[in-house]
């Protein structure tokens, strides 16, 4: 097998309601740790904590976040009555509903999803 053939791709993550195990029509797009938007991220949120507090649980969790590069509103799915336009800000937002969060946790630990074959 030739090893350089061996590169991570982003990855379409469906929210998936918590009681019906259905999507809810929220789709994420998620990139790999190696991804050089998560690096830039992560570095940016470690040098902070250098600066002074350690890694927080807020911290911990933008760490997370970072790895969510865009997304899809599909269907009727909402947030507060729109379909909000990707950025960082409304992705923290939308993160404080716990399906959103656990299907980013769960993507991020995934490694073998974000590689074809």
Known sequence: ????????????????????????GLQLTVAHESDPR????????????????????DRGRRL???????WNWTGDAQFKGERPEFTQEKLAEVCNVPPVAAAIFKAVNDDAGFYKG
């Open 64 to 70: 997370t976040m970072a790895h969510v590069v865009g």
């Open 38 to 57: 998560v690096m830039e991220a992560a570095r940016r949120i470690y040098d902070e904590a250098r600066a002074g507090g350690g890694i927080d649980a």
């Open 1 to 24: 097998m030739d090893l350089s053939t061996l590169v991570p791709v982003e990855r379409t993550v469906d929210v998936l309601h918590p009681k019906t195990n259905q999507p809810t």
